[in-house]
């Protein structure tokens, strides 16, 4: 479980969290949305130990991240762009090189790496050089870097962005399995159609604060909309009404 206590940031006069608090529960996928400038890129990279907050905390499977952030990354993995593959490596060799990355022996990366070959139906990949992979191909590698050293808390950011829609279809089901063996998932997106279909719970950030939570359609039910994105539209524009 992710949990997220009063963040705040500031840059100079730009004041990118203002008290965001959350939590991501085991066993569920979460859906983190926000317009640009909302505050997510900040409030993952405090997630992510990368980044060190003015104010507030974040604990990951009750550890603090401030406190232990060694043993808090290793219970993490991140799902990044898919752009940047080191192309001269086999998908084997990418995934085995960041299990070692993240603490495992070589011999523990190469059977985790076996593992999540066989998971991910990469046989036909495993391999070949990187360079020259299809979008679907190069998302289930990155993947496969993400969760290579068994983390239970998984982070995907954009994780749609040029995905056919064949490819978006094998990631859903991927996530969904992760889901029901009780990961917890934060799934950061603009795509409101992936969050409809894909997040057991949805949380809305705008200038710097989480102003409104719950399942997609409850968010439709609390602003009398009849979709994610009208609802997600009118919780950013009350929140824009009431700034200071």
């Not at 130990?49 to 507030?56: C, R, T, Y």
């Not at 990044?80 to 070589?106: C, H, K, N, V």
């Not at 934060?186 to 719970?201: K, Q, R």
Request: hydrophobic share 35%.
């Amino acid at each position: 479980m992710i949990e997220v206590y009063e963040l705040k940031k500031r840059f100079r006069d730009v004041q990118a969290l203002n008290g965001c608090s959350f939590q991501a529960q085991d066993g569920q996928i979460t859906g983190l949305l926000g317009p640009n400038g909302a505050g997510k890129t900040t409030c993952l990279r405090i997630i992510l130990g990368l980044m060190v907050p003015d104010h507030g905390k974040v604990l990951v499977d009750g550890l603090s991240m401030s406190e232990n952030l060694h043993e808090g990354r290793k219970r993490l993995g991140l799902m990044p762009d898919s752009s940047g593959l080191y192309e001269r490596l086999t998908a084997r060799e990418y995934i085995e090189f960041f299990g070692q990355m993240s603490g495992l022996s070589p011999q523990e990366a190469c059977a985790n790496t076996k593992e999540i070959i066989s998971l991910l139906d990469m046989q036909d990949i495993a391999d070949r050089r990187c360079k020259g992979f299809s979008q679907g191909q190069r998302m289930k590698t990155v993947l496969g870097q993400a969760i290579v050293h068994r983390p239970q808390n998984i982070v995907l950011d954009e994780p749609t962005r040029g995905l056919d829609v064949k490819s978006t279809r094998t990631l859903r089901k991927l996530l969904r399995r992760l889901s029901q063996e009780g990961h917890c998932i934060l799934f950061l997106s603009h795509v409101m159609h992936e969050v409809s279909e894909l997040c057991d719970h949805t949380l809305v950030l705008a200038s710097g604060d989480i102003v409104g939570r719950g399942s997609p359609k409850e968010l439709c039910e609390m602003t009398e909309q009849n979709s994610l994105e009208e609802a997600f539209l009118t919780l950013v524009q009350e929140r824009e009404e009431v700034k200071p």
